[in-house]
């Protein structure tokens, strides 16, 4: 397997990675796209101190995503014919100004057609690092659609552009999507997949003010 990158990452740039499962998504705030948190980002999710920075943990998914079943914890039964795989190994934040493009690396890691196309959904957190610790949370309204993938092909998905109040202090901000996620009709979405359990990507990075010149020994790696 080939590693695509992200076709606006910066040159050097080094981010802090993490994997995350669906019972534990951090929530999401697309400030350009939600408008003020909701209610129930706060109320639904648990605040947690974390080596990549706050996230927001224990969230009831249903809050963010009524019209999906966000569980992954019941597999399906195991495929007895060869069939697509979809994952989302990385991610892009592409910083200008008060915007942060979010982009997701999808793949179908099979030799097999996905057969048909599906969804991205998405939640994210933007979380102010000192001055008076503002908070954005919510999710995508609406999942992002995504077009079948061909066998063992990649693909970078806009998930959409985050913006923030402004940037006098830094900002630590939190990713995770999921491919092909269940629906009330179907447990394993709308492509069945060789494996169901990798379908969640979550990713953090630590974006700094213009002037900031030493990045904090613990802290996400630079958006």
Not at 145 to 173: C, E, H, V, Y
Request: with cysteine; net charge neutral.
């Amino acid at each position: 397997m080939h590693h695509v990158p992200s076709p606006r990452r910066a040159a050097g740039a080094h981010r802090t990675r993490s994997r995350v499962g669906a019972a534990a998504l951090a929530a999401l705030g697309l400030a350009g796209l939600l408008g003020p948190a909701p209610a129930t980002a706060a109320a639904a999710c648990t605040m947690t101190a974390t080596p990549w920075g706050p996230r927001l943990t224990g969230c009831n998914l249903k809050d963010f995503f009524p019209e999906f079943e966000l569980d992954v914890s019941r597999d399906p039964t195991p495929a007895t014919r060869p069939l697509a795989n979809l994952r989302i190994p990385n991610a892009s934040f592409f910083v200008q100004r008060l915007d942060v493009e979010l982009q997701v690396q999808v793949q179908n890691t099979s030799p097999i057609w996905a057969a048909a196309a599906t969804s991205i959904g998405t939640i994210v957190t933007a979380q102010e690092v000192g001055g008076t610790q503002r908070s954005l949370g919510g999710a995508l309204p609406i999942p992002t659609s995504m077009p079948a993938l061909q066998r063992a092909s990649t693909r970078w998905q806009r998930i959409g552009t985050l913006t923030l109040p402004d940037r006098k202090n830094s900002w630590d901000i939190c990713l995770s999507s999921t491919v092909d996620p269940p629906t009330r009709a179907s447990a394993v979405g709308l492509v069945m997949e060789s494996d169901e359990t990798d379908n969640t990507y979550g990713e953090c990075c630590r974006l700094y003010p213009p002037t900031a010149t030493e990045p904090a020994p613990d802290a996400p790696g630079p958006c």
